[in-house]
Nanobody
Framework: VQLQASGGGLVQPEGSLKLSCAAS????????MAWFRQAPGKEREFVAG????????HYADSVKGRLTISRDNAKNTVYLQMNRLKPADTAVYYC?????????????????WGQGTQVTVSS
């Protein structure tokens, strides 16, 4: 499966942004989807994941209550709605896909990656 992330940009603290990740090439609904992020000088970290049918989600503690992952299997797209953004959320955001039955939080559990989209939170 090929993944194409979009929607990043510059936003002020407490602002909102919505990322999208369009998938192509294989049956989208068979993949668990996730968003990871990588800030300058830091390792890539798990942000949020969603089950194949969208019925289950899992979030990193640092984003709970502010970021929401969702998917539309008819459109082969996964989203990340980001509200009340903080400067600490500044990073390159990557979408990832895993041909599994569970929502993993480790990079090695995801075999497919998008190219990343930059999110900068600054006044």
């Amino acid at each position: 499966v090929q993944l194409q992330a979009s929607g990043g940009g510059l936003v002020q603290p407490e602002g909102s942004l919505k990322l999208s990740c369009a998938a192509s090439g294989r049956t989208f609904s068979r993949f668990v989807m996730a968003w990871f992020r990588q800030a300058p000088g830091k390792e890539r970290e798990f942000v949020a994941g969603i089950s194949r049918n969208g019925g289950s989600t899992h979030y990193a503690d640092s984003v709970k209550g502010r970021l929401t992952i969702s998917r539309d299997n008819a459109k082969n797209t996964v989203y990340l709605q980001m509200n009340r953004l903080k400067p600490a959320d500044t990073a390159v955001y990557y979408c990832a896909a895993a041909d599994t039955y569970y929502i993993g939080t480790l990079m090695r559990e995801y075999g497919y990656w998008g190219q990343g989209t930059q999110v900068t939170v600054s006044s």
